[in-house]
């Protein structure tokens, strides 16, 4: 489970979270859905302990990502945005390297690297070097390194950013599959079918405060619109006013 | 310790695979170096050499008005040929390098020859061409020794002893040895080493910071569950085994190559055999972790790649600031300057060449004081990673 609590950060003059609190469940999907700048990446930095917030907190699985970052750290993974990887290194190298700096014994993580190369379906790339892939093959690299320890909670900062429709079917039923198995899975997007087709639970964030928490059917109920675009459109078009 | 070795074993077998590393690292600083020395050290010994052997030749206006000075010039070797320039012909002729020089005889030179005047000689030559600069000092010898022997001849004709004009005989005594002579030809050698050494890790360091963050790699390594200061301490590792094998592979080819560039010929020695190298090489080490911290430390401050380059290209430098200071002022050798990095190391390494006995005391305190500054700068390059600035 991810918490958020009161987060807020500003770089320099610039409040890019004022206040962020939030609740991911496990075994649930949960959508941080918000304009560009509305201050989702910082959030998710934030959680993911990559940035220490100017106040507030993260709880991961009841681990504070301000005073224990190293613990809360081991127990997420972590799909960043633009997903880079080593480009000498091939994705099976990747993999492994990661799973080596997550503390996993040699056997382990060789088990574990095949165990993803299948689940992802990245037999074809996973020991070519990485220099070459396309966007597709990067993002699912990174995210079977993300997975390696198979963390309990999982954040994705955009990520189905420049990947093809096959990509995102097979990312959306990769995070299914994740959530039916107990996984606390927390994502940012900008894109409203993304949200829509995917989420167990929406947060919707602009101006770094979140404007609404629940399920789409609860949103959409709660502003009275019609679809959760409509209703997303509701909530910005709010803040300018 | 273990995150360490892991991130160093990482960093080190990438960096395996790309060529522009490896080409610094272990071909073209190590090879560069050393080839370009021989090379300019046998070019220059070989001119030197050659230059006294060669036949010098002289073109001369209006010779029929000094035939025994043509005939002094001819008996030394000189080739002698005649011309038919005016003063400007003269001046042009040497100017377009059709000449190296032209000797002009005054139409009064016989004359004030016989009354007992000086008598005008014109030499042509041009001062800003090296190559024949040689000559026209030769030539320019040969003809104030013709001048003193007609002096002396004079004065005997007269009846006073020739010895009166020379009241002083200084007589030049070199002490210098086969060995120390070829140090001042040798005088790069060590920052030849020192900046290859440096060469070596240069590409790893930026690869490994400012080009892991361009690449967006960094961010994903930040959320392992690793104290951060590890991450960057496993790269100035892999940066140091960069600097090592670079620093390996430079000495011994400098061992090798100065022993084919024939110093012996010319009454220098190189005191640089296995035992020599070794000894070069292990002064040197403890700058291996200085100059990777920081090398490190620059290119992680730095927001890309090319601008890593642009600093690093400054910092290949810095070692040469204490060498340049000392040559500038003319410092000697002693134990208070053992205490600056590679300053102390140049100066041992000379002494090493100069097949000097090193004062253990001057060893001790460049290495100690080389490796607290590294211990310093790790430790800075540390808190670096522990800041989030750092993700820019």
């Given at each position: 489970m991810?918490?958020?609590?009161?987060?807020?950060?500003?770089?320099?003059?610039?409040?890019?979270?004022?206040?962020?609190?939030?609740?991911?469940?496990d075994?649930?999907?949960?959508?941080?859905?918000?304009?560009?700048?509305?201050?989702?990446?910082?959030?998710?930095?934030?959680?993911?302990?990559?940035?220490?917030?100017?106040?507030?907190?993260?709880?991961?699985?009841?681990?504070?990502?301000?005073?224990?970052?190293?613990?809360?750290?081991?127990?997420?993974?972590?799909?960043?945005?633009?997903?880079?990887?080593?480009?000498?290194?091939?994705?099976?190298?990747?993999?492994?390297?990661?799973?080596?700096?997550?503390?996993l014994?040699?056997?382990?993580?060789?088990?574990?690297?095949?165990?993803?190369?299948?689940?992802?379906?990245?037999?074809?790339?996973?020991?070519?070097?990485?220099r070459?892939?396309?966007?597709?093959?990067?993002?699912?690299?990174?995210l079977?390194?993300?997975?390696?320890?198979?963390p309990?909670?999982?954040?994705?900062?955009?990520p189905?950013?420049?990947?093809?429709?096959?990509?995102?079917?097979?990312?959306r039923?990769?995070?299914?599959?994740?959530?039916d198995?107990?996984?606390?899975v927390?994502?940012?997007?900008?894109?409203?079918?993304?949200?829509?087709?995917?989420?167990?639970?929406?947060?919707?964030?602009?101006?770094?405060?979140?404007?609404?928490?629940?399920?789409?059917?609860q949103?959409?109920?709660?502003?009275?619109a019609?679809?959760?675009?409509?209703?997303?459109v509701?909530?910005?078009?709010?803040?300018?006013r | 310790?273990?995150?360490?070795?892991?991130?160093?074993?990482?960093?080190?077998?990438?960096?395996?695979?790309e060529?522009?590393?490896?080409?610094?690292?272990?071909?073209?600083?190590?090879?560069?170096?050393?080839?370009?020395?021989?090379?300019?050290?046998?070019?220059?010994?070989?001119?030197?050499?050659?230059?006294?052997?060669?036949?010098?030749?002289?073109?001369?206006?209006?010779?029929?008005?000094?035939?025994?000075?043509?005939?002094?010039?001819?008996?030394?070797?000189?080739t002698?040929?005649?011309?038919?320039?005016?003063a400007?012909?003269?001046?042009a002729?040497?100017?377009?390098?059709?000449?190296?020089?032209?000797?002009?005889?005054?139409?009064?030179?016989?004359r004030?020859?016989?009354?007992?005047?000086?008598?005008?000689?014109?030499?042509?030559?041009?001062?800003?061409?090296?190559?024949?600069?040689?000559?026209?000092?030769?030539?320019?010898?040969?003809?104030?020794?013709?001048?003193?022997?007609?002096?002396?001849?004079?004065?005997?004709?007269?009846?006073?002893?020739?010895?009166?004009?020379?009241?002083?005989?200084?007589?030049?005594?070199?002490?210098?040895?086969?060995?120390?002579?070829?140090?001042l030809?040798?005088?790069?050698?060590?920052?030849?080493?020192?900046?290859?050494?440096?060469?070596?890790?240069?590409?790893?360091?930026?690869?490994?910071?400012?080009?892991?963050?361009?690449r967006?790699?960094?961010?994903?390594?930040?959320?392992?569950?690793?104290?951060r200061?590890?991450?960057i301490?496993?790269?100035?590792?892999?940066?140091?085994?960069?600097?090592?094998?670079?620093?390996?592979?430079?000495?011994?080819?400098?061992?090798?190559?100065?022993?084919?560039?024939?110093?012996?010929?010319?009454?220098?020695?190189?005191?640089?055999?296995?035992?020599?190298?070794?000894?070069?090489?292990?002064?040197?080490?403890?700058?291996?972790?200085?100059?990777?911290?920081?090398?490190?430390?620059?290119?992680?401050?730095?927001?890309?790649?090319?601008?890593?380059?642009?600093?690093?290209?400054?910092?290949?430098?810095?070692?040469?600031?204490?060498?340049?200071?000392a040559?500038?002022?003319?410092?000697?050798?002693?134990?208070?300057?053992?205490?600056?990095?590679?300053?102390?190391?140049?100066?041992?390494?000379?002494?090493?060449?100069?097949?000097?006995?090193?004062?253990?005391?001057?060893?001790?305190?460049?290495?100690?004081?080389t490796?607290?500054?590294?211990?310093?700068?790790?430790?800075?390059?540390?808190?670096?990673?522990?800041?989030?600035?750092?993700?820019?």
């Amino acid at each position: 489970m991810i918490e958020a609590r009161q987060l807020a950060k500003h770089f320099g003059p610039v409040a890019a979270v004022r206040e962020v609190s939030l609740r991911a469940a496990d075994g649930r999907i949960t959508g941080l859905l918000g304009p560009n700048g509305a201050g989702k990446s910082t959030t998710l930095r934030m959680l993911y302990t990559v940035l220490r917030p100017d106040g507030g907190d993260a709880l991961i699985d009841g681990r504070s990502a301000v005073r224990e970052p190293l613990a809360a750290r081991a127990r997420l993974g972590v799909l960043p945005h633009g997903a880079g990887i080593y480009p000498n290194l091939t994705a099976r190298e990747n993999i492994l390297y990661f799973g080596a700096l997550q503390g996993l014994p040699r056997a382990a993580r060789g088990a574990r690297t095949v165990e993803l190369v299948k689940l992802l379906e990245m037999e074809e790339f996973a020991d070519r070097p990485a220099r070459g892939f396309s966007q597709g093959e990067r993002v699912r690299t990174a995210l079977a390194r993300a997975l390696v320890h198979s963390p309990r909670n999982l954040v994705l900062d955009e990520p189905t950013n420049g990947l093809d429709v096959m990509a995102v079917r097979a990312l959306r039923r990769l995070l299914l599959q994740l959530r039916d198995a107990g996984h606390c899975v927390l994502f940012s997007s900008h894109v409203m079918q993304e949200v829509s087709a995917l989420c167990d639970e929406v947060v919707v964030i602009a101006q770094g405060v979140v404007l609404e928490q629940g399920t789409p059917e609860q949103i959409r109920a709660r502003t009275g619109a019609a679809s959760l675009e409509e209703a997303f459109v509701r909530l910005i078009g709010a803040t300018d006013r | 310790m273990y995150a360490v070795l892991t991130v160093f074993a990482k960093e080190f077998r990438e960096n395996l695979r790309e060529r522009r590393t490896l080409l610094s690292a272990l071909i073209l600083g190590p090879l560069l170096g050393p080839l370009l020395l021989a090379g300019g050290l046998s070019l220059r010994l070989d001119r030197g050499a050659g230059e006294a052997d060669r036949p010098l030749s002289v073109a001369v206006a209006h010779g029929e008005r000094a035939p025994n000075l043509l005939g002094f010039l001819r008996a030394h070797g000189v080739t002698v040929t005649t011309v038919d320039y005016d003063a400007a012909a003269a001046r042009a002729a040497v100017r377009a390098g059709r000449e190296h020089q032209v000797l002009e005889i005054d139409e009064d030179f016989a004359r004030r020859l016989g009354t007992g005047l000086p008598a005008p000689l014109q030499l042509y030559a041009d001062a800003s061409d090296l190559a024949a600069a040689g000559e026209s000092a030769r030539l320019r010898g040969l003809l104030e020794q013709y001048s003193s022997l007609l002096g002396r001849l004079r004065l005997a004709a007269r009846g006073i002893d020739p010895l009166v004009l020379a009241p002083i005989a200084v007589q030049d005594i070199d002490v210098s040895t086969p060995a120390s002579r070829s140090v001042l030809i040798l005088g790069t050698l060590s920052y030849l080493i020192l900046f290859t050494m440096l060469m070596g890790g240069m590409y790893l360091a930026i690869d490994a910071t400012a080009g892991e963050r361009e690449r967006g790699s960094l961010e994903p390594l930040l959320t392992v569950p690793v104290p951060r200061q590890r991450l960057i301490y496993g790269k100035i590792l892999a940066t140091c085994a960069y600097m090592i094998l670079s620093l390996v592979l430079t000495v011994t080819a400098f061992a090798v190559v100065l022993r084919f560039t024939g110093l012996e010929r010319f009454g220098m020695s190189v005191n640089f055999g296995p035992r020599v190298a070794l000894e070069v090489i292990l002064l040197t080490l403890p700058l291996v972790p200085l100059g990777a911290a920081l090398m490190t430390l620059v290119a992680a401050y730095t927001r890309s790649y090319r601008e890593a380059q642009t600093y690093l290209a400054v910092v290949l430098l810095v070692p040469t600031v204490p060498l340049a200071f000392a040559g500038l002022v003319g410092l000697r050798p002693r134990l208070g300057l053992m205490a600056v990095p590679s300053l102390s190391q140049h100066f041992l390494i000379t002494s090493l060449l100069r097949a000097e006995v090193l004062p253990a005391g001057w060893v001790a305190l460049s290495v100690g004081a080389t490796l607290a500054l590294a211990a310093l700068l790790v430790v800075v390059a540390g808190g670096l990673y522990r800041r989030e600035a750092l993700l820019g």
